[in-house]
């Protein structure tokens, strides 16, 4: 199946594109699977395009392209045409189709318009040729596709198919792979109406709305074949099929690929699958992962992609893992074992959870309803044998199919989002490897970033252009802290005055026209424009209300917290925002507890919550407010991105010990809260904690903010401010998360999976005949005498061990001891001596370590060994000496 692909954006093309889909929708609405459980609010707006008007081409091709929603130079051509629409909507392609032919035409009649538009237009085309940082660097590399599933992408208000930090995470590594040329598609979902709108009605109660993602509204074209039929794809579930219709997002140098299920050959009820972003039951997300792994796989085999990595962010695109090893199947005519033996090594696992109620699980006969006839026609393999893999203990039929199992038996590396998430995450997938001790379950760590382009202010951009220059993000950063740390104190406290007024205005505006929408009374609308003051200290919390991220921590003690808002001399104002699940009742009582505080008179002025907490209102807030504090109950918080963002507007973070704050954290760069352990959900630590936060706002974050020098100026604050701004802006970008990504995960799973392709996977075939003959002869293993010997400073070991028929090359004997005072763990291999007299499998190994020890510390053991096999994770066996 031949489909076009572009290098450029055929406009012309596209906009005929548009037409069509104009006319299937116009034909065709949404009949979706929760009609009756919400009202959708549906606004199409369709113009008639003016292609025939010379230059229209060009402004299409600019506001089809996401990278609008990071480099701003094209702010301004669509504040030109409608300041009021862009402003609310921040959608290129909408101002595009909204505005009249007859402003659009005096535009581009306009020279300087004109010329600014071409150069732009100019300026894109040669971004996207100029070698970046990854053809500079690994030019001769094996990696030339990388395919990154996600079941939300965060781009652009433009585009809402996102919730929270999964989403930010995944649409921040594509803008970041964009910058750096890393060969990157993305892949994921359309949503026709993403996750919902947050209204606070006049009770102080969160309500839900879902208005309807007009495709002809979004920044997205049609996936079409050379013959100009749209590309759909068949999926085939039990008794009927689903057409799954393809879309194109151009995120810069990087596409990404969207499905969805409201095509017109589907049933009402199947094409709601693609309705709500993590909305329904089990079931309907079920078939959700299912067409974003399967057909998302399959998608890409249709455009001709063969990616040599693909990237799993988090466990729901797990299925692709059986997809890829299926379409490799159907190539290659080898089973299911050897097909999964080979491209597992090119298969990266990003987990997200810090806890094991976080993975998706089905029921496994609902796995088998929909998988069942796929995995005995398709991947030739029992139902038991589908079910195993996402098992713990294959043998118990009870067990749920975990994701997250899945998407481990099917990788070739796993991976955390920090540092401590990734020891809690060795901790979580423990039992998967039995008897391996906890630092040795195979799950390194990359901390999270995220595009610090796309979360600069201007008058951020402006202040780091000029001291780091225009192209900071776009290599290894290394300038960059001292660069930062030439601003002069009145440079950074003047830039941070700008952002707080530039804030607080928006903040008024926005604030009004949300009472406004609710029905609130004039006065309290005017009253909203003259609520808070610019020069006293901001404080800023916004994100998911969930209760393991105890929102209302700063509220355990009311009158405290009042006290400290309406100190006269140093006055205190909180900016919140925030979302919980439309499900999630406990999380909804705690939006329902600030409202309910802050509409107290004498609170009101000092505390504001701006509801429908999006990517545009984060941006804002993240610009503008002094402290972002974050109380999330350590270790639930994987990473956490929302305090990164604040890094480069010059925000300083006061957060618990917990995800990256863990391990960004110094007295330096901003305020910790906790002492770095784990109290599970114990209230009366959650007491201890709150006196703890109110200690550090009362005597240190706010006399530290108005204690000024001579020129007004808090130089201990802006010193702070410096050294957060310097050491961590760098650190915590999606710039150094993709390049690790890169050189740490995808040029290494590459090249692994170019080997286990070759000569048809022969690899892959000696590795399954390994596993088979340890699988049969593992359990005879065991160990005779052993003897130890300590001279010259050394132990010296010497182990009988008999392999029960196992060629010697097929494991490795190693000595074995615990990590002592945070030290690694020694893991020294022993070397194979000499057979035992009058046995066949009987071997005796040595080798020596330091006597600095106790001999008792070391032990002996067995591991499976094959070349190129990833141990523990591709075989977990392992046999102890004691």
């Known amino acids: 199946m031949r489909v076009i692909e572009e290098t450029h954006l055929r406009v012309r093309k596209i906009i005929s594109d ?74 290129p392609w909408v101002v595009l189709q909204t505005v009249s032919r007859d402003k659009i035409e005096r535009a581009l009649a306009d020279p300087v318009f004109r010329n600014k538009v071409d150069g732009l237009v100019q300026a894109r085309r040669q971004a996207a040729e100029a070698p970046a940082w990854f053809q500079q660097n690994h030019p001769q590399g094996s990696l030339t596709c990388a395919a990154y599933f996600s079941m939300e992408f965060m781009l652009s208000e433009a585009l809402p198919i996102y919730s929270g930090g999964l989403g930010n995470v995944a649409g921040d590594q594509l803008k970041a792979a964009s910058d750096l040329g890393v060969p990157v598609v993305g892949v994921g979902l359309l949503y026709q109406q993403g996750y919902f709108r947050q209204v606070i009605d006049k009770d102080g109660v969160q309500q839900a709305l879902f208005p309807y993602n007009d495709p002809g509204q979004l920044p997205i074209t049609p996936l079409r074949q050379a013959n100009g039929e749209w590309l759909r794809l068949e999926i085939t579930l039990p008794g009927y099929s689903v057409w799954l219709r393809a879309w194109q997002v151009q995120v810069g140098r990087v596409k990404l690929y969207l499905l969805d299920s409201n095509d017109a050959a589907n049933f009402p009820i199947h094409r ?414 959650d007491a201890v904690e709150a006196e703890a936060l109110y200690n550090l706002l009362e005597k240190e974050v706010v006399p530290e903010f108005y204690t000024r020098d001579e020129n007004g100026i808090p130089t201990a604050w802006v010193k702070r401010m410096r050294e957060s701004m310097a050491r961590l802006t760098p650190r915590f970008s999606a710039n150094r998360s993709v390049r690790e990504y890169t050189e740490q995960y995808y040029l290494p799973a590459a090249a692994a999976y170019h080997l286990r392709i070759a000569n048809n996977g022969a690899i892959g075939r000696k590795m399954v005949e390994w596993q088979r003959s340890l699988e049969q002869k593992w359990d005879s293993l065991r160990f005779g005498e052993v003897k130890t010997e300590t001279k010259d400073m050394q132990h010296v070991y010497e182990v009988q061990v008999y392999l029960s028929g196992l060629e010697p090359e097929a494991v490795r004997v190693e000595l074995y001891a615990d990590g002592v005072n945070g030290d690694a763990p020694v893991r020294q291999v022993m070397k194979r001596v000499r057979q035992l007299t009058g046995t066949s499998d009987g071997y005796v190994y040595n080798t020596s370590v330091s006597a600095a020890r106790p001999p008792a510390d070391y032990t002996a053991r067995v591991i499976p060994h094959c070349d190129g096999v990833a141990i523990p994770l591709e075989d977990a066996r392992i046999l102890w000496q004691h």
């Open 272 to 685: 709601g699958i693609t309705s709500e972003l993590y909305g329904g039951g089990p079931e309907l997300r079920l078939k959700q992962e299912l067409l974003l792994g399967i057909g998302g796989w399959r998608l890409l085999g249709a455009l001709g992609i063969q990616p040599e990595v693909c990237h799993l962010n988090e466990g729901h695109a797990a299925f692709a893992v059986l997809e890829r090893a299926r379409s490799y199947m159907q190539e290659t005519a080898q089973p299911f074992e050897v097909a999964l033996a080979v491209t597992r090594a090119g298969n990266l696992f990003t987990t997200h959870t810090a806890v094991t109620a976080g993975f998706d699980r089905f029921d496994p006969a609902l796995i088998i309803q929909y998988l069942g006839g796929y995995a005995e026609k398709k991947l030739g393999i029992t139902h038991n044998d589908l079910l195993a893999l996402g098992r713990q203990n294959p043998d118990d039929a009870s067990e749920s199919f975990n994701m997250a199992h899945l998407a481990i038996r099917g990788s070739g590396a796993v991976n955390g989002v920090s540092r401590l998430h990734g020891k809690v995450s060795r901790h979580l997938f423990e039992p998967l490897f039995p008897q391996w001790p906890s630092d040795e379950v195979p799950v390194g760590h990359v901390t999270n970033g995220v595009h610090m382009p796309s979360w600069d202010s201007a008058a951020a951009d402006d202040l780091w252009t000029n001291a780091c220059g225009k192209d900071r993000w776009l290599g290894t950063m290394e300038t960059l802290e001292n660069d930062i740390r030439s601003i002069s104190d009145a440079s950074l406290w003047q830039f941070r005055i700008a952002a707080s007024k530039s804030f607080i205005s928006y903040a008024r505006e926005r604030l009004s026209r949300q009472l406004a929408g609710s029905g609130a009374s004039p006065d309290v609308v005017d009253g909203a424009q003259h609520l808070f003051d610019p020069n006293a200290l901001t404080l800023g919390f916004a994100r998911r209300f969930a209760t393991y991220k105890r929102p209302n921590l700063l509220l355990h003690d009311p009158e405290r917290l009042l006290r400290l808002l309406i100190n006269p001399e140093r006055p205190v104002q909180l900016i919140i925002a925030g979302k919980a699940h439309p499900d999630d009742q406990a999380g909804k009582a705690l939006i329902h507890e600030w409202i309910k505080f802050i509409r107290q008179p004498e609170v009101q002025p000092h505390i504001v919550f701006l509801s429908d907490y999006d990517m545009h209102l984060t941006g804002h807030l993240v610009q503008g407010v002094d402290v972002w504090i974050n109380t999330p109950r350590r270790p639930w918080e994987a990473s956490g991105t929302s305090g990164m963002k604040v890094l480069v507007n010059g925000g300083i973070n006061l957060s618990e010990l917990d995800g990256w704050w863990a391990e960004a954290y110094t007295p330096e760069v901003g305020w910790a809260l906790g002492d770095g352990l784990e109290h599970d959900d114990d209230p009366a630590w």
């Open 18 to 91: 548009r037409r069509t889909v104009i006319d299937d929708l116009a034909q065709n609405k949404f009949i979706g699977e929760a009609m009756s459980k919400q009202t959708r609010v549906i606004h199409p707006i369709y113009s008639l395009l003016p292609t025939e008007i010379e230059g229209f081409d060009p402004l299409a091709e600019l506001a089809l392209d996401m990278r609008c929603s990071w480099d701003h130079a094209t702010d301004d051509v669509w504040r030109q045409l409608d300041p009021e629409l862009w402003e609310i909507t921040q959608n």
